[in-house]
């Protein structure tokens, strides 16, 4: 087990600083406006290529309000010193992933000096670049700007798992295939996940085309041989994703209490799902197809240090449910593994777009009502001696909630059946109410041509709203 | 779907040209020796990590003989074309990763002039390396050279897939599990495959530690919750790896027409597998911490150029077996998709090497009896769009023959059940027959200390044999 001391739980007052302070205020004056997600208490990282700005390459940007902060712009003009940021000059891909995987590695001591550093400069207490015009210029990019001669790059992880850790979420699905044993006897005890694939994930904004695949033969006919063409039940996957930052040996597992410390930060994932090529692959080895032809991620890596104040006890399991394995358990863990982040799900069709119709809320829900915590799935994921990686990605699985608007995916959605019910109401999972769209279309899946809009952002009481900005992807229809 | 016609299937001679003449030699004497597996007429390549050579960083070798042809070198003495190899000189990993790539996705016309170029240097038909004592002491490095000052990486693949592709391993295993129902129904339509884990893939010679894990309550209890400690039921699985050069982008799928000009070679892979571990997590999502603590791959990618005297009818499908769907089927893959590839899994106890006893033969095999080819599992990994990437690995599931000798498993091996035979003798799982060691010490599944080594080789009338070197790994006790 490693054995360093240094993990951001509980830390003093909770790891909440003068960082946190919702009086702050930016010089950057969007950054102000109490309804962005980008305030001066966020400050998250994204990664951007540049194709036709000054200085090319992919960047290591912290949006700030309505403008993006180029942190190897900072280094070039010595306000942020090198070992804090190992900036990248060239304008070269492979160089800019290296960098911000090198700042990812870095120890939650960096990372700390990292933010400190751009809140001083960004609150003007070190005037240095507020005063500064030139070094404004080359440092601060509007967001149009970015938009337009850039790229967000999903944070390129080398590696990618996907969890299952909502228990609404696996009772759901669990009740629709399996009426009398919805939730497997090893899920109460097992952060189950499985590998997902990393070069298929693509940032927010990415549009896909409807996978084309497999599907089961007719129930009326099984010797009639599979079905072959588009997916017919297009679906999303409401998820957040956990960025790895320092790494562990192969061999080494990270303990529960390390746990958080290889943690650098969250953001939202939409594991875009084809159920009927699910339904039909999966037995005996897991998703494979149904998966793999995009994962769309938010580009901000909003990090653990900004979500201090969010922090919530984790699940509480009721008496009946059986305790965690010690090694899935800290004290830590239970006070403060959980995220108090509320989760929106936004549909717009083609239609809606045609006639300006603003995209239509599916869902809210919040992070709070996950079966097991982060920390849990970093310490179960390497119990075994398996190796994290800097930029790694960790999803969730599917976010559901106890109650129907809250679940996280359409297949949930649009199912008439309540498993929490009581008695439990399962009905078949064929029987289902079709969303109705503005427009009078009608969704139990995604149509061609359809937005689906993640939401998620962090509120509470004495301190500034912070937000993880969106995860947007649009359904293509087939190539065929 | 992409439309290049620069398929390696099935070629004017199936391939076969002046570089697989059997007669051709090197004046490198040691590739003559006909029991090397690295004659003239292979050429594999291998990346290599240099720690104390003048030329540090990670080069791409080519094994001939009892020596290595360091690519890099071939190019700092002009004797390679850039275009052809883009060499790096710097003394830097990812630089090296970065070229060998390039090199692994150029088409397979860049591979043959490669090739080609090889041959001619090392036959001397061009003898500016031959007559050149400096060219050669920069060039070629003696193989105790490589092995006390280098060490060899596996071709870190950027993404790794596992398949299921033999039915005789999925017989078995089904078999233990479901003796009324061993084949689940998708088998024979699809190439069963799941994600695996890239970061804990090893180079041959990686030890590993036996990893720790829950395992199922016992069946006596099942409220008794689950086990937890070292793994009980340590396995290796015999398989055979592809690695992919071109990739191709998302959202546009491979034919099976085009599918071999993706793929640069094959190479050894054992999947080690913690059984215990898996039984108890598998489901709903497939394997998991059973497979991500250490996948062991042979150091040599052999090309499919090489391969071309070795090529074989696909496997012939009795007449009451489905038809593959049309996107799986090409004549040229019928005709020629299968490889004959000989294999054969040796195990050394601590025991027997502490007292200086040769390895045992566990199986001896062959790769001919694949359910599916690779070239089919590349069409079925992109046919949903799905992308893969220079560098990728595929691995083939673990490769039984029809005969009790020819399993690649240990599962597989101690298990005395007999799915082919006729009636089937299907006896559960539980009943095993222990593989007695020279020194009398027993095995169902692998014992601390253990070494598994894994060879593959080619032979055929009127061809060189040709070989793949070895994939070792040696079980570590658990660190608890």
Redesign the interface.
């Known amino acids: 087990m490693t054995t360093r001391g240094n993990t951001n739980l509980p830390g003093p007052n909770g790891g909440i600083d003068e960082t946190h302070d919702p009086n702050l205020r930016s010089w950057v004056e969007s950054a102000n406006d109490p309804t962005t997600d980008f305030p001066i208490q966020n400050l998250p990282l994204a990664l951007c290529g540049m194709t036709n700005i000054s200085s090319q390459g992919v960047h290591a940007l912290v949006p700030i309000g309505d403008s993006f902060l180029d942190l190897d712009q900072l280094v070039v003009c010595k306000l942020l010193d090198k070992r804090i940021y190992p900036a990248c000059h060239f304008s070269d891909f ?1 160089d800019g992933i ?1 960098a911000f995987r090198q700042l990812l590695s870095q120890d939650s001591f960096g990372w700390s000096a990292l933010r400190r550093r751009l809140s001083e400069l960004l609150t003007g207490r070190d005037p240095a670049l507020r005063d500064n015009a030139e070094f404004r210029e080359s440092c601060l990019i509007a967001r149009d700007v970015v938009e337009a001669d850039g790229y967000f790059e999903s944070p390129e992880p ?2 990618y ?1 996907d969890f ?1 850790a909502s228990i609404h979420h696996a009772t759901n699905v ?1 009740s629709m295939f399996r009426p009398d044993n919805a939730l ?3 899920y109460k ?2 952060p ?9 994930i ?1 940032p927010s904004g990415t549009s ?2 409807r ?4 599907t089961s ?1 007719p129930d009326s006919d ?1 010797s009639a ?2 079905g ?1 063409g588009p997916c017919k039940l297009m679906d999303y996957e409401l998820e957040m994703g956990c960025v790895i930052g320092r790494g562990n040996a ?4 990270v303990s529960i209490a390390d746990a958080e410390s290889h943690i650098f930060g969250l953001c939202i994932v939409n594991d875009c799902s ?1 159920r009927d ?1 699910q339904q ?10 149904a998966k ?3 994962t769309t991620v938010s580009p901000y890596i909003v990090t653990m240090e900004a979500l201090a104040p969010f922090r919530i006890p984790a699940y509480e399991r009721p008496a009946s449910d ?1 305790r965690p ?1 010690p ?1 899935l358990t800290s004290e830590a863990n239970t006070a403060r593994g959980g995220f108090d982040i509320t989760l929106e799900v936004h549909l717009q069709s083609a239609e809606m777009a045609k006639r300006s119709m603003a995209p239509v809320r599916l869902s809210k829900g919040n992070f709070r009502h996950m079966y097991w915590t982060f920390a849990q799935m970093v310490a ?2 390497t ?7 800097p930029g ?1 990605l960790l999803a969730s699985g599917t976010i559901s909630g106890p109650t129907r608007d809250s679940r996280g995916s359409m297949i949930e959605l649009t199912w008439d059946g309540d498993p929490f019910a009581n008695p439990p109401k399962l009905v078949p999972g064929t029987q289902r109410t079709p969303i109705e769209l503005p427009t009078g279309e009608k969704r139990t899946f995604l149509g061609d041509g359809d937005t689906v809009i993640m939401k998620a952002y962090c509120e509470r009481e004495g301190f500034r709203r912070i937000g993880f900005g969106e995860c947007r992807g649009t359904v293509l229809p087939a ?1 065929v």
């Open positions: 492979d290296r080398p590696n798992t299952y669990g497997l006897p090893n005890h097992i189950i996940g499985y590998h997902g694939r990393a070069s298929s693509v896909f085309h996978p084309v695949g497999q033969p099984p041989g599979p072959f192969l061999g080494s597992p084809a090529l039909w692959e999966y037995v005996p080895l897991g998703p494979f197809l793999n032809f995009a059986p394995l090694y179960h994921h119990v075994n001696g398996c190796n994290l990686q790694d190539r």
